[in-house]
């Protein structure tokens, strides 16, 4: 018989430290990798990855807590808690938290894939040093993404 996953406040994967935040709540394991989840809790006054699109998987972002200024292209909008902003495939996108308090997003990728993405990121900053942007880049194509202006914008 398949057992439901409970993930407490204090459970998880620890994915990323420093200004953002993430930890891994759902590793795919208990969707048959048809679904990932993290939390990402984002500082006051910090910014998100490049702008970028995925090829392979929908990416959705759900405020918590704070808001969040989302960019795709060159529009940008400011989401409050309880907003849901989805990402399908190819579309470009960024975030950021220009606000004075934290802000908390639940975001899930459908499938899973991104997740592995996160435990890399991780193993590449364990040293306490940011990677460059190359090697950025080049860890984001293993996982179907580009920079938004590699395909135009």
């Known amino acids: 018989m398949a057992e439901i996953s409970i993930v407490g406040p204090a459970d998880g994967e620890p994915a990323l430290s420093g200004p953002a935040t ?12 048809r679904l ?15 702008q970028h699109r995925h090829a392979q ?6 405020v918590v807590s704070g808001t969040v200024r989302f960019t795709s292209g060159e ?8 907003t849901l902003v989805m990402v399908p495939p190819g579309a470009p996108h960024t975030f950021a938290n220009q606000g004075e308090e934290p802000a908390v997003i639940l975001n899930t990728f459908t499938p899973d894939l991104y997740v592995q993405y996160f435990r890399d990121l991780r193993e590449m900053t364990a040293d306490g040093q940011p990677p460059s942007a190359e090697l950025i880049t080049d860890l984001m194509t293993r996982y179907a993404t580009e920079p938004a202006t590699a395909a135009g914008g």
């Open 22 to 33: 993430v930890r891994i709540i759902e590793d795919g394991s208990t969707t048959s990798h």
């Open 36 to 50: 990932g989840m993290a939390e990402i809790v984002l500082a006051p006054h910090t910014s998100g990855p490049p």
């Open 57 to 62: 998987h929908d990416e959705g972002f759900y």
């Open 75 to 82: 529009k940008s909008f400011d989401a409050p808690p309880r």
